[in-house]
C-alpha cells in the first residue's frame, strides 16, 4: 500500500501514459505495461486506487516467470521492459482506476489503467461426449468484430481466428474450426471427433490493442455416456422418407434437442430443434418429436436426396453450445424400400413413406403375374395344336377321348367302324393278319399293304384297363387305342 499524497507529489513526473479497459464480469483482461529499462531490475506492482491510499493487488521482482497472487496475475519480460498483468473472474466491483508501475525508491514509473467492468453471463462449462461434436458459442459486442481473436487451451497451444472478407468463413486446424461471424457478433467454436484428452480449460480472447485484451475462460467436460450410441447407419429411397432414433443423457432432459444436417463444411446447414417433450415440432422436410421420459429423440427426414448422407443428433444449453451426440449415415438408394428403419415416426411421415412404396410394389406383382399368364396362356394354344394334329381325322367320324388317372393311354371309341368277330372275316378288317407270340402281351403285323399300325403294344398295369401303346408311321391313323379284351 503506498500513501497517495507522498506517491503523487513524488511520482508525476514518472505518469507515461493512461490506458482505458474494458471487461465482462465472469471473465477476464490482460494489460501491458511497458516501463524505461531502467527499471528493469525493480519491484513491478499493481495497485487499485482507493484514495487517500493505492492498494497492492500484486507485487514482486521475479523475473520472466509468471506470479500469481488470487485473481491476479504478472509477469515481467525484462527483455521487452514490458510487465503483463492478468485479471480473472471479473466483477462490476472491480471497475475503477489502477497503477502498474517500476518501484524505485522514492521515484516511480508507472501507468494509469481506467479499468470498466460490463455485466455479461461468461461461459462456465461446456459438455461434451466421446466420439462426438461440439460448438461453443462466445458472444460480443459488435465494436469488437474486427478485433483480431484467439482460442486456446489452457497451457497449449492458441489458435489464431484469421480476419477474411468473409464475415462467416471458418479456419481449420486438424480436429479446431473457429468461425468469426462478425455480423451477428459471434464467435465459435467447433471441436470434431472428442475424446477424454480434451477435457481441460480454455480461454477465448479478443486482442483489442497492443495494450489490453479481454477474455473469456470455461471448462470443456468430456464424457463417455453408455446411453448413447456413436454413430447409426440408415438406408432410405430417393424422394421418399427416412426415420431416426437417437437417445440422449438423462442431464440434458430439460435442453433443447436438435438434428442437424451437415454437408460438406457447412457443420450446420440446416438444422431443426424441439422445445418441448412429446409434441412434434412445425412440418417441415425434417419433423422431431422429443419424449423427455423415455430421453429418445425421434425424427422424421422427408423428401430425401443424395445429399441428406449426414446428420447429427445433439443438445443445445441456454447460452447456445451445441453437443453432437450421435452420428447418423444414410445411404440413399434409387428404388423405394419396403421397410424403413426407426423404432417411432410420426403420422404424417408413415403415410408419407407408403404412399410411394405399396402402390410401386403393387404395379410390379401385377406385370408378374400378367406375364406368366401370357406365356401360359401361350403353352396351352401350343399344347392344344398338337394334340388336335394327332387326334384329327379326314373322315366325318369324331372320337372321344377318355382319360384314366394314372394310366399311360387315352381310350379312342370309333362309333362307324367294328372289329371283326371272327379271325377269318377279313373283308372289313383293319389288320391283314395279327400274330401274338406266346409268352408276352406283344401282338404283331404280320404284312398289309395298306396297314394303318406298324406295330401295337399290349402291357399289362393291375391298376388300369388293358392298354396299347403305338408308334405312328403314318400321316393319319383311323383308331387312337385298341382294347383287347380279355376272355
Not at 11 to 25: D, E, L
Not at 314 to 331: A, E, N, P, Y
Not at 400 to 407: D, F, K, Q
Not at 419 to 446: F, H, M, W
Request: glycine share 6%; charged share 25%; proline share 2%.
Amino acid at each position: 500500500m503506498k500513501i497517495i499524497l507522498t506517491f503523487t507529489l513524488l511520482m508525476i513526473p514518472g505518469v507515461v501514459s493512461s490506458i482505458s479497459v474494458t471487461g465482462y464480469s465472469g471473465g477476464g483482461v490482460t494489460i501491458t505495461c511497458k516501463y524505461d529499462r531502467g527499471y528493469t531490475a525493480y519491484e513491478k506492482y499493481f495497485c487499485k486506487v482507493q484514495w487517500p491510499e493505492c492498494i497492492y493487488q500484486i507485487k514482486t521482482d521475479e523475473k520472466n516467470k509468471w506470479v500469481r497472487s488470487g485473481r491476479f496475475s504478472l509477469h515481467d519480460d525484462t527483455r521487452s521492459a514490458v510487465f503483463t498483468v492478468t485479471i480473472r473472474d471479473l466483477s462490476e466491483l472491480d471497475s475503477g482506476t489502477y497503477w502498474c508501475g517500476a518501484e524505485r525508491f522514492s521515484y516511480d514509473f508507472h501507468t494509469e489503467v481506467n479499468l470498466k467492468v460490463i455485466r455479461d453471463q461468461p461461459i462456465r462449462s461446456v459438455r461434451g461426449y466421446s466420439g462426438g461434436n461440439v460448438i461453443i458459442n462466445y458472444k460480443y459486442e459488435m465494436k469488437h468484430k474486427n478485433h483480431v481473436k484467439y482460442f486456446c487451451k489452457t497451457g497449449g497451444q492458441c489458435f489464431t481466428v484469421i480476419i477474411t472478407n468473409r464475415a462467416a468463413g471458418w479456419e481449420q486446424d486438424r480436429r479446431f474450426s473457429v468461425q468469426d461471424d462478425r455480423s451477428a457478433g459471434l464467435l465459435r467454436v467447433f471441436i470434431r471427433d472428442l475424446n477424454e484428452n480434451d477435457s481441460g480449460e480454455y480461454q477465448i480472447t479478443v486482442k483489442v490493442s497492443e495494450e489490453y485484451s479481454f477474455f473469456s475462460e470455461f471448462n470443456l467436460i468430456i464424457r463417455d455416456d453408455d446411453c448413447c450410441v456413436k454413430s447409426i447407419s440408415l438406408s432410405a429411397a430417393a424422394g421418399g422418407s427416412v426415420n431416426i432414433s437417437c437417445k440422449y443423457p438423462q442431464s440434458h432432459i430439460s435442453d433443447v434437442k436438435f438434428l442437424c444436417w451437415r454437408s460438406g463444411a457447412d457443420l450446420c446447414a440446416e438444422e431443426t430443434s424441439v422445445k418441448e417433450s412429446r409434441r412434434w415440432s412445425p412440418e417441415g422436410k425434417i419433423q422431431l418429436y422429443d419424449d423427455r421420459e423415455e430421453q429418445l429423440l425421434t425424427g422424421s427426414i422427408s423428401h430425401v436426396t443424395e445429399q441428406d448422407s449426414e446428420y447429427w443428433c445433439g443438445v443445445q444449453s441456454d447460452q447456445g453450445h451445441k453437443s453432437f451426440i450421435t452420428r447418423v449415415l444414410i445411404r440413399v438408394t434409387d428404388f423405394p424400400e419396403t421397410t424403413s428403419s426407426s423404432s417411432s415416426s410420426s403420422p404424417s411421415s408413415s403415410s408419407a413413406g407408403s404412399s410411394l412404396i405399396v402402390p410401386l410394389v403393387l404395379v410390379l406383382v401385377v406385370l408378374v403375374l400378367i406375364i406368366a399368364g401370357l406365356l401360359l396362356l401361350l403353352l396351352c394354344k401350343k399344347h392344344q395344336s398338337r394334340g388336335g394334329d394327332s387326334s384329327s381325322q379326314t373322315g366325318p367320324g369324331k372320337h372321344e377321348v377318355v382319360s384314366h388317372t394314372g394310366c399311360d393311354y387315352d381310350e379312342i371309341k370309333d362309333t362307324h367302324k367294328q372289329l371283326p368277330t371272327s379271325p377269318s372275316d377279313y373283308s372289313n378288317c383293319v389288320y391283314a393278319t395279327v400274330e401274338k407270340a406266346s409268352g408276352d402281351s406283344q401282338c404283331r403285323i404280320s404284312s398289309a399293304e395298306d396297314l394303318n399300325y406298324a406295330v401295337v403294344n399290349f402291357h399289362k398295369r393291375s391298376d388300369c384297363p388293358d392298354s396299347v401303346s403305338f408308334r405312328n408311321d403314318q400321316d393319319y391313323t383311323e383308331y387312337a387305342a385298341v382294347n383287347h379284351l380279355t376272355a
